[in-house]
């Protein structure tokens, strides 16, 4: 938020059960991803990542690819907790499974569904939102190759941005 906001007005909270039963559960539309080698090189190289075998990726691009292939962008995602990237969303915890490395070159499917959305309120924070959901990344051939579980920080009323 820049400092020109101050027209904005405050938000009500919307009602926890209710919004607990709309998201939880819901399936996103899912799609694919593949990363070129290319971008895997420059991946690597602004990560300062150790050398890895031709082909194969770093696991950062397990969430990378999984956000890539969710079939929403991150406004839709936060959208579906009524919020929007404005109001202060924030990356909370990641969790990344890999079953096989990924590789370039290799187109992946993705599915994924929200898992949870709990409300915490912070004495310096505010009241917050965890988003959490979780993409399964799966090869060609089905497999399940990996999952990225992830958890957004969703601030809905007070402290400071």
């Known amino acids: 938020m820049s400092g020109g906001d101050a027209t904005m007005t405050a938000r009500e909270l919307p009602d926890l059960d209710r919004l607990r039963q709309k998201v939880i559960g819901h399936r996103l539309p899912g799609g694919d991803f593949e990363i070129a080698d290319y971008e895997r090189w420059l991946g690597h190289d602004a990560m300062l990542a150790p050398p890895l075998p031709d082909g194969v990726l770093h696991p950062v691009w397990i969430m990378l690819g999984a956000l890539r292939g969710a079939g929403v962008d991150t406004h839709e995602l936060v959208g579906l907790a ?80």
């Open 82 to 161: 009524e919020a929007r990237p404005e109001d202060g969303v924030l990356f909370g915890e990641t969790t990344l499974e890999q079953h096989v490395p990924l590789r370039s070159g290799v187109r992946y499917t993705v599915t994924g569904e929200v898992t949870d959305l709990t409300r915490r309120v912070g004495r310096r924070a505010g009241t917050m939102d965890l988003f959490t959901f979780e993409l399964s990344i799966h090869a060609p051939d089905g497999a399940l190759a990996a999952v990225s579980r992830q958890t957004f920080i969703i601030m809905r009323s007070g402290g400071a941005r």
